[in-house]
């Protein structure tokens, strides 16, 4: 049997220097997420002190609902840290419960080896005791024979030379016979002593392989528990980040039906603006041939009831400039309610329609409708024009118009510059009617925004 101690034992101590950098590298990872939490802890409590100055003037303010977005940008920022320690601890548990399943393969392999072993060497010690009694057999019969000098006494008794010949070969088995016992007998004690030194090395390996399990599952029970109290605590942020949300949400209601400012509630995730991207990406992809495209929509109908109606060529027709010239998109309504940039994550601006539902929604310039879009959360039913004009420096345009109640075009259907497309509405995280408007240059997805305004007259 081959001897595995080296390979197994390399093994233990590899598992155990891939612990301590485990270790070492959680300790990192911690470490600097712990910095990074007590920064924003000094920021959380700057704004709390300045919500509290605010509050005893009016809650019901843009600044006070500023600031509200800044302390839940904060705690959602903490929340991130505190579920990336989460995440940190699952992979060292999922990390642990791979090494304890080793460790205890490793461990029932070497039993087996231990036990092997011992069952052989138990064999060849009893083979050497065998051998030995019939060497110490022999070497008594010889000794008891009393004949020092026997066998030469015993060739030159010979009575003639076949006699004589005969007795030598005689001599020569012995001897050979002796020497082959003596041979095998070295050889059993030579494997004998192999074998228990194998068994004492493979003991070993296997305590130590035993006591590193042992460890593990200590460690392993250790960073469960910790896991559980940060699923806790992290449960908890969630809970005060959804009621200060809930908090912003109110105060922003019912300010803007107090100023009939509508604009959008501040809870859309980068998930969701992320989703919308990918869909306006994939629709641009369809649509990035203008060969044909639907005539304009004859008659109103609700959100995504509109119906495609024969084809027919794409105009190329421009004005004389050939770039683009925007035009408001809700003619009723030109005054820019909510400005771009004016909160974190707002890439457009808004038209309030006053508290009016249904007013009439313009394609802002000539172009391909590339989605229509029904969503109950963020944009709501929203429309996105690719435009056949470009920038004066050559960059393709993208308009959007959110929130709409009602749609009357449909994807591949090309619209002039002031057809109507939409009726203004208060669908997805809308506070109340109005349009949101955006303008994306030299690309389809959010990162291209730029304010409206710099393109509208």
Known sequence: MKHKLPVKFISVI?????????????????????????????????????????????????????????????????YNYSKQEVDIIEDKVAALERKIADNEQAIADMGAEVEA???????????FQSAYADYCARMRAIYISGQQGSVISFLLTSDGVGSFITRMQMVSSVAKQDGQLLEKVQSQ???????????????QSLKKSQVTLKNNKKNLKLQRGALLENQEKLAEQQAVIEAQQDEQNKILQELHDK???????????????????ADIAAADRMYNTPETT????????????????????????????????????????????????????????????????????????SGTVILVKILEYSYGHYVVI????????????????????????????????????????TTGNSTGPHCHFEVRIGGADQYCAQNPANYLP
């Open 259 to 277: 100023t009939k400012k509508y604009g959008e509630f501040r809870d859309t995730t980068r998930e969701e603006l992320d989703a919308i991207d």
């Open 294 to 365: 639907t005539k304009p929509a004859a008659e109103s109908t609700t959100a995504g009831s509109a119906k495609p109606t024969a084809t027919q060529p794409a105009t190329t027709q421009q004005d004389e400039s050939g770039y683009i010239n925007l035009t408001y998109p809700c003619p009723q309504y030109t005054a820019i309610t909510c400005a771009f940039g004016a909160y974190d994550g707002h890439t457009g601006c808004d038209f309030s329609t006053w508290g009016n539902v249904n007013c009439k929604i313009v394609a802002a310039e």
């Open 14 to 78: 590899a598992a155990i220097c891939l612990l301590f950098t485990a270790v070492t590298s959680y300790a990192a990872d911690t470490s600097s997420l712990e910095a990074q939490r007590s920064e924003l802890k000094s920021k959380l409590a700057e704004t709390e002190k300045k919500l509290a100055e605010l509050g005893r003037q009016s809650k019901d303010t843009e600044e006070y609902i500023e600031v509200l977005g800044d302390k839940i940008s904060y705690l959602t920022r903490e």
């Open 386 to 425: 690719r435009h056949d004009k470009t920038t004066a420096s050559g960059k393709p345009v993208y308009t959007l118009y959110a929130h709409n109640n009602g749609i009357i075009v449909s994807p591949g259907q090309y619209v002039k510059k002031g057809q109507q497309i939409a009726y203004s509405g």
């Open 117 to 127: 072993l011992g069952y052989t060497a138990d064999e060849l010690d009893a083979e």
């Open 189 to 203: 004690s030579r494997k004998a002593a192999q074998a228990k030194e194998q068994l004492k090395a493979k003991t």
